[in-house]
């Protein structure tokens, strides 16, 4: 047997040994490398998003453009707002007129029915016939009509001894009594009256000192 091409068998493993251990260490670097070059080159694909990102600009012909709509939108914006003001403001000019409107209507009307108020009320008020029929009828027709005056808002002003007040009363007579203090109602000829917080009709008095 020729020694040369004759191995060692204690040597073999080792051999392999190395071997695998090379080839191992190879493949790991290869690895290393591809990973490597991947990363390499997804870094250059976000760096040229990045700085065609940043070269992007706008023409001049853009820009005027853009200013101009934007000029348009604020125009647009600032009519619109005016509009709407001037819309509130007629709303309410209009709604203010139209109650006015009723109110005077409403006065106008009622005015018209304190005569015959102050008629019932005299009737009401005679002394004697209490049991007369025709008198039991005027009561309840009068009180009717105090009914539908209190539902339409109308109160009286009996100021009876009350100061007198140039904003409710009408004095037309000026006495002096030494028992009632001064600038006193003495006496009433006539009941005022209010619808809501407006004087319809002054009360007409004597005030006293």
């Given amino acids: 047997m020729n020694k040369e091409n004759s191995a060692n068998p204690s040597e073999m493993p080792e051999s392999l040994e190395a071997q695998e251990v090379q080839e191992t260490a190879e493949a790991a670097e290869a690895q290393e490398t591809a990973e490597a070059e991947t990363a390499e080159a997804q870094e250059a694909g976000e760096d040229g998003g990045a700085a065609e990102a940043e070269t992007f600009a706008l023409t001049r012909e853009q820009m005027e453009q853009m200013e101009a709509l934007a000029g348009q939108m604020a125009e647009l914006n600032d009519r619109h707002l005016r509009l709407l003001a001037e819309y509130d403001n007629y709303r309410k000019r209009t709604q203010k007129e139209k109650e006015g409107t009723y109110q005077e209507a409403k006065i ?59 904003e409710r009363h009408n004095a037309v007579l000026h006495i002096e009594d030494e028992n009632l203090g001064e600038s006193v109602v003495s006496q009433v000829f006539q009941k005022g009256f209010l619808l809501g917080t407006k004087v319809i009709r002054f009360a007409t008095v004597q005030v006293a000192n």
């Fill in 108 to 166: 106008d009307t009622v005015v018209k029915f304190l005569e015959i108020y102050d008629n019932l009320e005299r009737a009401a008020n005679q002394e004697g016939d209490e049991d007369n029929v025709h008198k039991k009828g005027m009561v309840m027709i009068f009180h009717q009509l105090q009914g539908v005056l209190e539902k339409l808002g109308v109160t009286e002003i009996d100021p009876m001894g009350e100061p007198f007040d140039p």
